[in-house]
């Protein structure tokens, strides 16, 4: 065999053993934001399994603020869907934006109820309400750390998907950039609240 030949097998060998890594790294960084949205499935399951407990909880007290008991029901069905779907393919971009807006309009409907329980003093010291919505409260921080390490793992995905010259492996496997789990504010709600004296 003739040293031409045998530096061109080497070289070849070389770029294989490159492409196997890269591409295994992918798939390891890939499987990564999948447990990691594993961890928020299993939170986001325990919030939709306690909020009808906590309207039943309310109806007795608040008959009269149907429509906003309903809201949080019906925000509740719409996230539930979403975070089902997500859960098909936890590496889908449209269906991470859907959960994210599914989510905000729950999170805005469970303001309002808590508002209300504020109002309704029969309703502040009943204590299954009060164990429900420390439950929920537990839960919604259990949610943000599973975000905050989903983001991370799709930061790190996505970094190693956008470097060169691993880019040329995820470009050709389809291992394309995801979004992050993001607020859906507004910019005005992102602004800090002016306080008066």
């Not at 008991?69 to 393919?89: F, K, P």
């Not at 991470?96 to 599914?102: E, G």
């Not at 789990?181 to 800090?192: D, F, I, M, P, V």
Request: a negative charge; hydrophobic letters at 45%; proline letters at 4%.
């Amino acid at each position: 065999m003739s040293i031409p030949t045998l530096i061109t097998l080497v070289l070849l060998a070389v770029v294989l053993l490159w492409a196997m890594s890269a591409y295994n790294g992918l798939v390891v960084l890939r499987n990564e934001v999948q447990n990691a949205y594993g961890q928020i499935d299993v939170q986001l399951k325990r919030r939709y399994d306690l909020i009808p407990n906590l309207v039943e909880a309310a109806k007795k007290y608040i008959s009269h603020e149907r429509e906003t008991l309903e809201a949080v029901i019906a925000a509740r069905t719409h996230a539930r869907m979403a975070n089902d779907t997500l859960s098909q393919a936890p590496a889908e971009g449209g269906a991470i934006k859907d959960l994210s807006h599914a989510e905000a309009m729950l999170q805005g409907s469970l303001g309002k109820l808590f508002a209300l329980r504020e109002s309704y003093p029969e309703l502040k010291a009943d204590r299954t309400i009060a164990q429900l919505s420390e439950e929920l409260t537990s839960t919604e921080n259990r949610i943000g750390f599973s975000r905050q390490a989903y983001n991370d793992a799709i930061l790190a995905y996505n970094n190693a998907a956008e470097q060169f010259p691993a880019a040329l492996i995820a470009t050709l496997f389809h291992f394309g950039g995801l979004p992050m789990l993001q607020s859906t504010q507004s910019e005005e709600e992102r602004q800090a609240p002016k306080v008066r004296f």
